[in-house]
């Protein structure tokens, strides 16, 4: 099992450095030619995620420049109750999505961790991971995964963190990210709108991409558009059954980062039980840290400004056709053959590099990894999979 686990790593990275040294010419030409049609395209898309708030919320802000050129100046690039609702039905299994397939289940004595991953009609792979954390509320759990500024000591993927604007009538926020990426693709930067609703001690935590011409869009780094990742935070019973504290975390994420997400897939599936790992060690950190810091971070007062809701505020905005929404299954992944596929690999790794190194035009991206995965697929019969 671990020669085939080496073999394949080291074909996947092989590929990735044929990719990497192999660049024709016509490639930077290409790319060059079509950088100014790309651009439009981009500043178009752009708009699309712009999320206005209800009309009744209106705080007062001195610099409106997060808001749409296309939005009147009393309304604000803010997260409304439609995306309340749309996490409280994934949370309930009502959204009317496929179902959830199952990839993994482990533990430690600290943390118990599952997860699942399904495919949409259209868009990227979607997530949900369910975390129990033992000797944690969720009050703690929610200032950890909303403070920015520790947050950058120990999330090495984040490079930059700022806040463009808040909204402290209804606890809201636009933030700007940039992740680090490997090597072979630019980094990614994210315009994210975060807003949390409160209930009876449990909390809906919201963060998507919005668009916000604070920060102009650039070729480098490249700005993610389709950004989802939300949590909800409630208490549970300790595992152990003792009085200590227990909160549970429900997490659903998808994003389009610009790489094909079969590859995308593979990767999160290799280093999920790792990150989980990782984040439950940088929680207990993040403890310590607060335990022994007297100062109050922006973003836990931000939180701490939570929009209060009760039951009655969830029934309201059910309608009739959301009655008739069945429940979304959670079946047992398909265990698929087995097998390593040494040529394949190799192609799939060089057209990561030559797509990462275009950086610009989706069409040509498109028409690469098509035809990477149709020459990916020359070898099937060659080389069929091993039973393992």
């Known amino acids: 099992m671990l020669l085939l686990l080496l073999l394949l790593s080291i074909a996947f990275l092989f590929g990735i450095t044929v990719g990497w040294g192999w660049k024709p010419t016509w490639v930077t030409k290409f790319a060059i030619k079509n950088i100014s049609s790309n651009q439009t395209h981009q500043q178009q898309l752009a708009g699309t995620t712009t999320i206005i708030m209800d009309k ?48 993994m289940d482990r533990s430690t004595d600290t943390m118990t961790y599952q997860a699942w991953q399904r495919d ?16 944690a509320t969720p009050e703690s759990l929610r200032d950890f995964f909303w403070d920015d500024d520790l947050r950058l000591k120990w999330d090495d993927m984040l490079l930059h963190a700022t806040t463009l604007e808040e909204f402290p009538d209804v606890g809201a926020s636009v933030v700007h990210w940039i992740r680090r990426f490997p090597f072979f693709c630019s980094d990614r930067e994210y315009t994210i709108g975060r807003r949390m609703w409160e209930l ?27 950004y989802y990742s939300s949590w909800f935070i409630r208490t549970v019973g300790s595992k152990k059954g003792n009085n200590q504290p227990a909160s549970e975390v429900v997490f659903f994420h998808h994003e389009d980062m610009g790489i094909p997400w079969e590859i995308a897939k593979f990767a999160i599936s290799q280093g999920m039980w790792g990150t989980a790992r990782k984040i439950e060690r940088s929680f207990r950190w993040y403890q310590n840290e ?20 009760d039951q009655n505020y969830l029934a309201r905005l059910e309608s009739d056709e959301d009655q008739d929404v069945p429940e979304t299954k959670m079946v ?8 390593i596929n ?31 995965r149709r020459f990916g697929n020359v070898g099937r019969r060659a080389f069929p999979p091993t039973q393992l």
Request: net charge positive; aromatic share 4%.
């Open 332 to 339: 047992a992944q398909q265990e698929k053959p087995g097998g």
């Open 342 to 372: 040494l040529p394949k690999l190799l192609v799939i790794g060089g057209a990561v590099i030559l797509a990462c190194s275009l950086d610009r035009g989706l069409l040509t991206k498109a028409v690469i990894f098509k035809v990477a």
């Open 200 to 226: 009876e001690g449990s909390f809906y935590c919201v963060t998507k991409g919005v668009s916000c011409t604070l920060v102009p869009r650039k070729q480098k780094p490249r700005r993610v558009d389709v």
């Open 290 to 309: 607060r335990n022994c810091s007297k100062t109050t971070s922006p973003h836990i007062a931000m939180a701490e400004m939570s929009t209060k809701i």
């Open 120 to 135: 949409p009609e259209s868009g990227p792979p979607q997530y949900c991971s369910r975390t129990v954390y033992e000797g």
């Open 56 to 103: 009744q919320l209106q705080p007062s802000m001195d610099n409106p420049s997060c808001s749409s050129a296309v939005v009147k100046k009393d309304e604000i690039n803010l997260l409304t109750d439609a995306d309340l609702k749309h996490l409280w039905h994934l949370v309930e299994k009502r959204d009317g999505g496929p179902p959830w397939k199952h990839m």
